[in-house]
């Protein structure tokens, strides 16, 4: 039959007249791809920055979050119930560390496995090229590159590689509805692990089912999507976290802490460091315009338009969440996913060398270091190495019980000796042992580490209510005798050069009205409950200022505590605007001549301004403030101040 290729004549062939080798071709192209998959999982799991957190508590103050991730499981405590954070019931899946129960370690790694494999087929077939060399390099360049990335972003950025290739662009085969259901419940997963890797996730998902409405009724594709991701979220969300009770004030909190984490964290000026990683993201996005036009040019409008929705999305996404706060712990989203992205893309024109120039210039970013200047590579390497064997010792703490209690006392025995390094001894400690103890702000770790009762607010991070919303919660909470802790674990130190004393505003008022100091060595401070001796606030005054007035303060009464409120606010429509884009300025107030970062999300609760040292028989929580004159820049004007009084009985 002349018709047919030598291979079909082969394998049509009877049984004993095929050529011996007939098989080969086949069988090689499968075992190279087989070691490639392995090599680029091996690549994304072996690097990868998400098993970190297994130390990394004994070197870092904020990763205490991650030890409270693990705690809440072991304590039984509900998101939304008792606990407010952008991570979800998944996330200590995202961050393991030996304050979480055994089983869901074994968990942990499990999750990094699965995805790390899932990244390296698909990587391996985005990056298919006719000379394997470039499949080789291309795949596990983003295999190494994806060890940057926290596991769910990792899972978002293959959520969008995914659908890449499922677009109109890429293929004449519509997916089926078991596919699109299976990828909105994958992004649902990636949604409950962490709130803004799951609205990343959430795009390609919807993008790929209406990417095909020419020509099919995409209503459906759509009804499917939204099923596999409710399905995906209320089951997952029973099965991991107990009820349904706490979902809508989850997701209601995410929204309150990403829409005010904008204008409370972003970095108002660039360093050299992040200007080299601007740099970079502004050459990837330049290469991957090209590309789309190219690609448009090729495919026509009609099949292009949900890539360049796809592109066009998860860059602007990417950015937004890696420049904003623009540190070691979020560039990374943006570049790799740009980086991702450009190199598929570019690798379906075959324009090889300059997906590899994007894979060079990227890499050199990531190795920048504060000065601007490639970090030297055994520095790089030198903590990454160190991974292999911190995952065996998880392996063999899921494997044996003996091991994760030794993993655990360890761990234990660090943390004690890095917070005595710090200044909290054991005379603070003894004096909270038999307490329910929220640590103000952050520093769970302490409370995990010697053993004391952790009674947390709504905002797992204190310095996280961004909002009144939050910021009220947080105050309710402490008020409360029943649900409310015992006592304060209190340091003096702000993040982001904030002023302690409003950090947040609200909730250091209620500590003052309803805690007393019991004891203070050096920056912390222990304080108990007392019975609230706030009576009702009394108008002072109320006058209306600009940036760059001073305002002066009124004086207190004898047992009066003074507050103000700042009308200044941010408006709904700003408050979206940070939820996607970066914060233009970094808002100042000058408190006695001393600039403070100032936090316009809550600038409408109570900041206390005076407060005496002692009232009602007691050193208040807090100690003795006052602040005489305000001033205020980088805000918009005009600003209504108004002073409070209250009175303390």
Request: proline share 6%; aromatic share 10%; glycine share 8%.
């Amino acid at each position: 039959m002349p018709g047919l290729t030598a291979r079909a004549r082969a394998i049509d062939a009877p049984e004993d007249q095929r050529a011996p080798d007939a098989e080969a071709p086949a069988r090689g192209p499968a075992r190279r791809d087989t070691w490639l998959h392995a090599a680029v999982a091996l690549a994304a799991f072996t690097f990868s920055v998400s098993i970190h957190p297994l130390r990394e508590g004994t070197t870092l103050i904020d990763p205490s979050w991650e030890i409270g991730l693990g705690w809440m499981r072991s304590e039984g405590l509900g998101f939304g119930t008792d606990v407010l954070f952008s991570y979800g019931p998944l996330g200590l899946l995202a961050e393991p560390t030996w304050a979480m129960p055994r089983v869901w370690l074994a968990f942990a790694l499990l999750a990094h496995i699965a995805v790390a494999v899932w990244f390296s087929v698909v990587a391996v077939r985005a990056c298919r090229s006719d000379r394997f060399v470039w499949t080789v390099g291309l795949a596990v360049g983003l295999g190494i590159l994806a060890g940057w990335l926290d596991l769910p972003e990792l899972a978002a950025v293959t959520l969008a590689l995914e659908v890449f290739r499922r677009l109109p662009s890429n293929t004449d085969h519509a997916p089926s509805d078991r596919v699109v259901f299976l990828l909105a419940g994958a992004a649902g997963a990636v949604l409950l692990t962490k709130f803004s890797a799951g609205v990343a996730a959430l795009v390609p998902a919807g993008l790929l089912a209406v990417a095909w409405a020419f020509g099919r009724r995409w209503w459906r594709s759509l009804l499917v999507g939204a099923a596999g991701l409710g399905a995906a979220v209320l089951t997952l969300w029973v099965v991991s976290d107990g009820g349904f009770s706490g979902l809508s004030t989850w997701l209601r909190g995410c929204w309150e802490i990403t829409s005010g984490y904008g204008s409370a964290m972003a970095k108002g000026r660039f360093d050299r460091w992040t200007e080299t990683q601007v740099a970079a993201a502004a050459v990837l996005a330049v290469v991957l315009a090209a590309a789309q036009v190219a690609r448009t040019r090729t495919n026509g409008l009609r099949a292009q338009w949900p890539e360049l929705a796809l592109v066009g999305v998860m860059g602007w996404l990417s950015l937004k969440a890696g420049f904003v706060r623009a540190d070691v712990h979020h560039v990374p989203f943006a570049l790799v996913t740009l980086a991702a992205l450009t190199v598929v893309a570019t690798a379906s024109l075959r324009w090889h060398l300059v997906a590899a120039v994007a894979l060079g210039v990227t890499v050199v970013a990531l190795l920048a270091d504060p000065t601007g200047a490639p970090t030297r590579f055994e520095d790089v390497m030198a903590d990454r190495t160190e991974l292999p064997g911190e995952v065996l010792g998880a392996v063999q703490s899921v494997a044996s019980r003996s091991e994760f209690e030794r993993q655990v006392e360890e761990q234990q025995r660090e943390l004690r000796e890095y917070f005595s390094r710090r200044g909290l001894d054991s005379r603070l400690t003894q004096a909270l042992h038999g307490k329910r103890v929220y640590p103000d702000q952050w520093d769970i770790a302490a409370l995990w580490a010697n053993g004391i009762d952790w009674e947390p607010i709504p905002v797992l991070q204190g310095y996280a209510a961004y909002t009144p919303w939050l910021d009220e919660r947080n105050a309710d909470r402490l008020r409360d005798e029943q649900r409310g802790p015992d006592a304060i674990l209190w340091l003096t130190t702000a993040i982001d050069h904030r002023f302690r004393h409003w950090d947040p505003p609200e909730t250091q008022l209620a500590i003052s009205c309803s805690f007393a100091v019991a004891k203070t060595e050096g920056k912390w401070s222990v304080l108990v409950r007392r019975h609230d001796i706030c009576e009702e606030p009394e108008l002072l005054e109320s006058i209306e200022v600009g940036p760059g007035d001073v305002i002066q303060v009124p004086p207190a009464g004898p047992d009066e505590l003074v507050f103000a409120t700042f009308g200044l606010g941010p408006s709904s429509r700003a408050r979206a605007l940070d939820a996607v884009a970066r914060g233009r300025s970094e808002p100042r107030v000058f408190l006695n001549g001393r600039p403070y970062r100032f936090v316009t999300g809550t600038a409408a609760s109570p900041h206390v301004v005076r407060r005496p040292d002692r009232a009602a028989g007691r050193v208040l929580g807090g100690g003795e403030l006052g602040v005489r004159d305000i001033r205020f820049e980088y805000v918009s004007g005009p600003i209504e101040v108004r002073f409070y009084a209250v009175p303390l009985g």
